[in-house]
């Protein structure tokens, strides 16, 4: 009698074990998330209303038959300086073995690669949103823009600048 029941019971634990593995499904949420707090004595960032993580497109003109000047605004403060900006690297559009220069301007100062002062102390100590505008090289019509898919990267270093002498 004890080794029917102790089959019995097994063959029991077998067949709930088996059943609960087939109702149990598993499923997973993923959930990227991304915070920006701002310095309390410097910031320059995009305002909180646009989203810049994904590719950013320059526009093509069919009645100029141009590329269109892509343009935003920087929300940008500095409590004791200026602010300075400089490029990591030449700013280009590539497609293939083509190249599209980019003109890139804070504040309209045009950005080098060697920093240098884009907003002034007064307007950094105010905080608030100035121009960015990345420009597109402009051609002539006799020499358009070879078409194609183009992509690139403009990547700033912004910092604070040389403290002023009083």
Avoid: C
């Avoid at 593995?21 to 499923?27: G, I, Q, V």
């Avoid at 597109?136 to 403009?154: A, F, K, L, N, R």
């Amino acid at each position: 009698m004890f080794r029917k029941l102790a089959f019995s019971l097994s063959s029991v634990a077998v067949l709930v074990s088996s059943s609960l593995a087939m109702a149990a499904t598993e499923e997973a949420i993923t959930i990227q998330l991304k915070a920006n707090v701002p310095g309390a004595t410097f910031h320059v960032r995009p305002p909180a209303t646009e989203d810049w993580t994904s590719v950013q497109e320059i526009r093509w003109d069919t009645q100029r038959k141009q590329l269109v000047n892509w343009s935003k605004k920087l929300e940008v403060l500095s409590t004791t300086t200026g602010i300075n900006a400089k490029l990591v690297d030449v700013p280009q559009l590539i497609s293939g073995s083509n190249r599209i220069n980019l003109e890139v301007f804070v504040h309209d100062k045009k950005v080098e690669i060697n920093s240098a002062e884009v907003v002034n102390a007064a307007d950094a100590l105010a905080g608030r949103q100035v121009a960015f505008e990345i420009r597109p090289e402009q051609t002539t019509g006799s020499t358009p823009h070879p078409e194609g898919d183009y992509t690139g990267t403009v990547a700033l270093i912004f910092e604070p600048g040389a403290p002023s002498n009083p």
